[in-house]
Every structure is written in structure tokens, then in C-alpha cells.
């Protein structure tokens, strides 16, 4: 059958695969709340940073190299690549509901997402985490101190990780927000009160009727 036919029956019939993106400066807390996410809302957590970091990791990877200089630099690797390491999961997975943790992070990730995956799923809301450069820099130096063997979580990687975020990231949450579909959450509390709002904007979203 051609693949725009069965495209068109899978969003007719609701079986594409439905995708929250997870946004927020580094440091902000994404990870964390994805973890609990998953254990309430029976959502996959892909991280397209751990993503990067296993296949950096994998011996002999074509693009080890590659992506350990962007993630060094706090430069976005390009879509490319992340985009076939996160549609692998994705189908790979056998699952339906999954959380986009870091990704787009800028127009080439946005562009590269838009151009290939898409229309093959249903975007459901962009989830932003605001906690503001000091608190953010505080967290990641402590998981660097807490042994994360991060080769980013040091000063030097920090201001640039955060000047892309400012200037490649933030403008990917305003193209998200004209088409009413981002969620804000004073990320500056404790995880737990972090995700007391989380979790309502979960609820609320079901509430709705969600993609019904
Ligand atoms: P991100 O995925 O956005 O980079 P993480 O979830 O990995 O952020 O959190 C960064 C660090 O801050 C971790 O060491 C984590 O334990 C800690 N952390 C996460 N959320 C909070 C919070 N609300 N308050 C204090 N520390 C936090
Ligand atoms: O999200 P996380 O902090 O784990 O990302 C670490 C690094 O991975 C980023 O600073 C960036 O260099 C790289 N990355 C990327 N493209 C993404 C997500 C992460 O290049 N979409
Ligand atoms: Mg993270």
C-alpha cells in the first residue's frame, strides 16, 4: 500500500505514535521528570542526549568522534543523526506514548524532524521547563560532582551549552508557542513540587479528551 495511504489510515485510526517534547535549559530538571512521568503516565523516556552519549559510547561508531566534540562544545549535532537514533527507539520500541526529552533543539532539528517524522506522529504538547542560568549551572556542577562522568557538566561547557540554549533553543519554543502548544513549569522548586505541576498538566491533557 502506498505510504501516504497508510499514513492517512494510521491518523484516521489514531495508531501513530504520540510524542510530548521536553524542553528546558541544561540542568533544568528534564531528566528527573521524565523518571517520574514514566512511572505515572506510562509514557518511554527518550533522551536524545543519552541517545548521543550511547552511540559516542558504542566501539567503532562512524560518528563517535563527531558527537563528542558538538557535546563538549554545547554545540547540536546534526539532525541527521539524532533524528535516526530517535526514530529507531521510537520504532523499535513496541510502545506508543513517548516522552522527546532535549529535542529540537534548534531549526536544523526542527527542519530535520518536520522534513522526515513528523507526519508520522501525533505531537501532543511541548513541556518547557524555566529555571534560569545560576540555578541551572548549580545543579549540573553538582551531578558533575556527583560522578555523572559527564564531559559537559564543567564551567567552560556550561556557558556554551546555555548560549545555545538561549540563542538556538528558546527561538524553537516560540515557533511551538504560535501554535498554542507549549506548557510552562517553574522548574526553581523541588522535584516533588516540580512535579505536582507536571503531573496536572498530564491529567488535564487526559481530562480533554487528549487526542480523542
Ligand atoms: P536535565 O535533564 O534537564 O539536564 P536533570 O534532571 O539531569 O536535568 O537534573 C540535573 C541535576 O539537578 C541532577 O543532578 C538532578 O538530580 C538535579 N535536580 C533535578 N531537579 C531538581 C530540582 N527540582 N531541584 C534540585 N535539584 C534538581
Ligand atoms: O540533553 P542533554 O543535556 O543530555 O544534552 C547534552 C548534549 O547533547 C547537548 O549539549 C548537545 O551537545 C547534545 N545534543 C544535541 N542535540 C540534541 C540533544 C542533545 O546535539 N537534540
Ligand atoms: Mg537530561
Not at 29 to 53: M, P, W
Not at 72 to 94: D, F, H, M, W
Not at 152 to 166: G, H, I, M, W
Request: aromatic share 8%; charged share 30%; hydrophobic share 35%.
Amino acid at each position: 500500500m502506498a505510504s501516504s495511504v497508510l499514513r492517512a489510515i494510521r491518523k484516521a485510526t489514531k495508531m501513530q505514535p504520540k510524542i510530548v517534547f521536553v524542553l528546558g535549559g541544561p540542568g533544568a530538571g528534564k531528566g528527573t521528570q521524565c523518571q517520574k512521568i514514566v512511572e505515572n503516565f506510562g509514557y518511554v523516556h527518550l533522551s536524545a542526549g543519552d541517545l548521543l552519549r550511547e552511540e559516542r559510547n558504542k566501539p567503532g561508531s562512524e560518528y563517535g568522534e563527531l558527537i563528542e566534540n558538538y557535546i563538549r562544545e554545547g554545540k547540536i549535532v546534526p539532525v541527521e543523526i539524532t533524528c535516526s537514533l530517535l526514530e529507531n527507539a521510537i520504532n523499535g520500541s513496541g510502545k506508543d506514548k513517548f516522552l522527546v526529552d532535549g529535542f529540537p533543539r534548534n531549526q536544523n532539528n526542527l527542519d530535520g524532524w518536520n522534513k522526515s517524522v513528523a507526519d508520522k506522529i501525533q505531537l501532543q504538547f511541548v513541556l518547557v521547563f524555566e529555571c534560569p542560568m545560576e540555578i541551572c549551572t548549580e545543579r549540573c556542577l553538582s551531578r558533575g560532582a556527583g560522578g555523572s562522568g559527564r564531559s559537559d557538566d564543567n564551567l567552560e561547557s556550561l556557558k556554551k551549552r546555555f548560549n545555545t540554549y538561549l540563542n538556538e533553543t528558546k527561538p524553537i519554543i516560540d515557533y511551538y508557542e504560535k501554535l498554542s502548544l507549549v506548557r510552562r513549569i517553574d522548574a526553581t522548586r523541588s522535584a516533588d513540587e516540580v512535579y505536582d505541576d507536571v503531573k496536572k498538566i498530564f491529567q488535564d491533557y487526559d481530562v480533554a479528551g487528549g487526542d480523542k
